[in-house]
């Protein structure tokens, strides 16, 4: 048997056992009625064998740990399904699925097991990387349950919910709260926004520099020692203040080697800033190779921002790139909820360049990104409003003319 024929068997019987876990996990998600959690079984074969796999991926033999893993996962062995999700959400040995990735974490979900609270975390991301009407309300009940099975990073997603109104009502004492929990447990990525709000005193908060530069001192010091540690997102965040010279002396060199440093470990979204440097950094095409093949790895594994990017080097036709193929990454864009994606697309379908023209289209997407606070979302929907009031008012003015002849 082949090796796609025998994933294939093994994935019928792990999606089986998937579509019924939907129902149960779900309910996790909207319901407040405790739901009794399957156990984990306990067998040393098994654990070795998950053991097997993390060392094969430590080393790069990702397809033969997903082999493992899927093996395990349609046996409905949770800690297999964490992982084997992991792997789907990253493209780790296999494609890049968001949507296996989040039917594989649901399963998961319905054990009581070690990884539970960070599998209702990786649900709740999933989840705000989707464009659905709910998503939002779903990833942050997912980050509830997360908190609930003791799982303090939740904090970090949490505040942002509630800092900025996503998926509920904007409560800055709350967020507050969050970011505060978030850096007692350390999370420095987080920390850094709470000093961000104390600084320019948003939202109507009262400034506070001098308690602003305490958070901000903790969590620069704390992101340094996490990412010499081998954390992506932390060396990503370092990236982003020594970039815009946040807290710290502006210094575009260390930036792009803390960029480097988060992409080499994966971080698509430090990919993604990585590249948009090095186009910025120069006029000219000396960085475009670099640039193209970390906007290519970031849209591989799905990240909106990169897609978006690479999409916008299409349309200009930069570096003799297809302007035609903007259009697929741009719908992978809306499809998982980047609004940039859904203001690029909208344009193209007002305009029907590479699309069939459809306004209604245009206005649906222009819309949708609005409402995720994307300015230029916002800017496209007036501007295609306008455009369609002004032409109700010509179409009247024309008609009025028309019936004043008629009756003269």
């Given at each position: 048997m082949t090796r796609i024929k025998k994933k294939s068997l093994l994935w019928k019987g792990l999606l089986l056992g998937a579509v019924?876990?939907?129902?149960?996990?779900?309910?996790?998600?909207?319901?407040?009625?405790?739901?009794?959690?399957?156990?984990?079984?306990?067998?040393?074969?098994i654990e070795e064998m998950i053991k097997q796999a993390r060392g094969l991926q430590k080393v790069g033999r990702w397809e033969a740990a997903a082999d493992i893993l899927t093996q395990l996962a349609s046996d409905g062995h949770p800690v297999a399904l964490f992982h084997l999700g992991r792997a789907y959400k990253n493209g780790w040995g296999v494609d890049a699925d968001l949507e296996k990735s989040r039917l594989i974490f649901m399963e998961a979900a319905r054990y009581s097991f070690a990884f539970r609270g960070e599998t209702a975390y990786e649900l709740g991301r999933l989840f705000q990387r989707s464009s659905g009407d709910k998503c939002a309300e779903i990833a942050l009940q997912w980050f509830?349950?997360?908190?609930?099975?003791?799982?303090?990073?939740?904090?970090?997603?949490?505040?942002?919910?509630?800092?900025?109104?996503?998926?509920?009502?904007?409560?800055?004492?709350?967020?507050f709260h969050h970011y505060e929990q978030a850096a007692i447990a350390g999370y420095p990525s987080s920390t850094i926004n709470y000093a961000r709000i104390l600084l320019t005193g948003r939202y109507g908060v009262t400034p506070d520099p001098e308690r602003a530069r305490f958070w901000a001192q903790r969590a620069i010091a704390g992101l340094e020692q996490k990412a010499r540690d081998g954390s992506a997102s932390s060396a990503k965040t370092l990236g982003r203040i020594y970039r815009d010279g946040e807290f710290v002396?502006?210094?575009q060199g260390l930036a792009r080697d803390w960029f480097l440093r988060s992409a080499k470990l994966g971080d698509a979204g430090a990919m993604h800033d990585l590249a948009q440097m090095l186009i910025a950094a120069s006029s000219k095409d000396a960085n475009a190779e670099e640039a193209l093949k970390?906007?290519?790895?970031?849209?591989?594994?799905?990240?909106?921002?990169?897609?978006?990017?690479?999409?916008?080097?299409?349309?200009?036709?930069?570096?003799?790139?297809?302007?035609?193929?903007?259009?697929?990454?741009?719908?992978?864009?809306?499809t998982v909820g980047h609004p940039g994606a859904m203001q690029e697309l909208g344009r193209l379908f007002a305009e029907g360049t590479y699309v069939p023209q459809d306004r209604s289209k245009a206005i649906e997407l222009a819309r949708k990104g609005a409402g995720r606070g994307h300015q230029g979302s916002a800017s496209l929907l007036q501007e295609l409003l306008q455009e369609d009031e002004a032409n109700v008012t010509v179409i009247e003015k024309s008609t009025s003319q028309v019936t004043s002849k008629k009756e003269g």
């Amino acid at each position: 048997m082949t090796r796609i024929k025998k994933k294939s068997l093994l994935w019928k019987g792990l999606l089986l056992g998937a579509v019924f876990g939907v129902a149960g996990a779900v309910a996790l998600s909207s319901d407040t009625t405790p739901v009794k959690a399957k156990s984990e079984r306990i067998d040393p074969t098994i654990e070795e064998m998950i053991k097997q796999a993390r060392g094969l991926q430590k080393v790069g033999r990702w397809e033969a740990a997903a082999d493992i893993l899927t093996q395990l996962a349609s046996d409905g062995h949770p800690v297999a399904l964490f992982h084997l999700g992991r792997a789907y959400k990253n493209g780790w040995g296999v494609d890049a699925d968001l949507e296996k990735s989040r039917l594989i974490f649901m399963e998961a979900a319905r054990y009581s097991f070690a990884f539970r609270g960070e599998t209702a975390y990786e649900l709740g991301r999933l989840f705000q990387r989707s464009s659905g009407d709910k998503c939002a309300e779903i990833a942050l009940q997912w980050f509830m349950k997360a908190l609930a099975w003791d799982y303090p990073k939740a904090h970090v997603q949490l505040a942002k919910h509630y800092e900025r109104g996503i998926g509920t009502e904007r409560d800055l004492d709350t967020a507050f709260h969050h970011y505060e929990q978030a850096a007692i447990a350390g999370y420095p990525s987080s920390t850094i926004n709470y000093a961000r709000i104390l600084l320019t005193g948003r939202y109507g908060v009262t400034p506070d520099p001098e308690r602003a530069r305490f958070w901000a001192q903790r969590a620069i010091a704390g992101l340094e020692q996490k990412a010499r540690d081998g954390s992506a997102s932390s060396a990503k965040t370092l990236g982003r203040i020594y970039r815009d010279g946040e807290f710290v002396a502006m210094d575009q060199g260390l930036a792009r080697d803390w960029f480097l440093r988060s992409a080499k470990l994966g971080d698509a979204g430090a990919m993604h800033d990585l590249a948009q440097m090095l186009i910025a950094a120069s006029s000219k095409d000396a960085n475009a190779e670099e640039a193209l093949k970390w906007l290519r790895i970031a849209a591989t594994a799905e990240h909106g921002g990169a897609l978006t990017a690479l999409a916008r080097l299409h349309l200009k036709e930069k570096y003799g790139l297809d302007p035609e193929s903007a259009v697929e990454l741009l719908e992978r864009g809306v499809t998982v909820g980047h609004p940039g994606a859904m203001q690029e697309l909208g344009r193209l379908f007002a305009e029907g360049t590479y699309v069939p023209q459809d306004r209604s289209k245009a206005i649906e997407l222009a819309r949708k990104g609005a409402g995720r606070g994307h300015q230029g979302s916002a800017s496209l929907l007036q501007e295609l409003l306008q455009e369609d009031e002004a032409n109700v008012t010509v179409i009247e003015k024309s008609t009025s003319q028309v019936t004043s002849k008629k009756e003269g």
